[in-house]
């Protein structure tokens, strides 16, 4: 298994440019979110996806949008980029309790 | 240690010796906690976890104590190796959707 994969690995944006962040996890977790990653922030929650078709926002939605039409697939849009967007974000799917983190976008907006 | 939303404390132990990393959770009703390793330029990986029926549990080399009077957890690294270095967060569950991290600990091992 290949566990949870994300890309780009990094990413460059100017303010007001759009890009979705690929998140791909083959371990058939219904359960996936994805966290941004700020210093001395810890994660924060931005939405996350209890199973397909169904998502809900986490603890810092706003700027951020998600969609989950299959199991294995959770992507993360960027409709208008701004600077205090720029973070490292990480995308994670759950079994049992157990969240399994992939290995992170980071993310620059000038 | 670290609580949840405040800056990264940091800690620094000499290579053999036993290391703990303390964590304060905010929610008296979280009823779920974890405690991860990150390393630099990694994504977060499951080290332990615990749930809120127990005190202490055990791992390889780890032990988790859970204090729910003052909503205190710990994480104990016994024999603590250079390949320890990392940051340790603590999460608690909210509900069952909801995993709250704390900023996290840097933990540095001196050879």
């Known amino acids: 298994n290949a566990g949870v994969t994300q890309t780009p690995k990094f990413q460059v944006l100017k303010t007001g440019q759009s890009m979705t962040l690929q998140c791909a996890q083959d371990m058939n977790h219904e359960y996936m979110s994805w966290y941004r990653q700020d210093p001395g922030m810890g994660l924060r929650l931005i939405h996350y996806s209890v199973g397909a078709g169904i998502t809900d926002q986490g603890e810092v939605p706003n700027g951020y949008n998600v969609s989950r039409s299959t199991t294995e697939d959770f992507p993360l849009r960027l409709l208008s980029a701004a600077p205090s967007q720029t973070s490292v974000y990480f995308c994670a799917s759950r079994s049992h309790g157990t969240q399994y983190f992939g290995p992170g976008t980071r993310l620059l907006v000038l | 240690g670290e609580s949840v939303g405040l800056h990264l404390p940091t800690l620094s132990v000499q290579e053999g010796d036993n290391s703990i990393i303390n964590c304060a959770y905010s929610?008296?009703?979280?009823?779920?906690f974890i405690w991860y390793k990150q390393e630099s330029g990694k994504g977060p990986q499951f080290i332990i976890d615990?749930?809120?029926?127990?005190d202490k549990r055990q791992g390889q080399r780890v032990t988790v104590l859970l204090n729910k009077t003052v909503k205190h957890l710990s994480l104990q690294i016994a024999a603590t190796q250079p390949g320890d270095s990392a940051v340790y967060f603590c999460?608690?569950?909210?509900?069952?959707?909801?995993?709250?991290f704390g900023a996290g600990t840097r933990l540095t091992v001196k050879p």
């Open positions: 999460a608690e569950n909210m509900n069952n959707n909801d995993m709250r």
């Open positions: 929610n008296s009703a979280s009823d779920y």
């Open positions: 615990i749930r809120s029926n127990m």
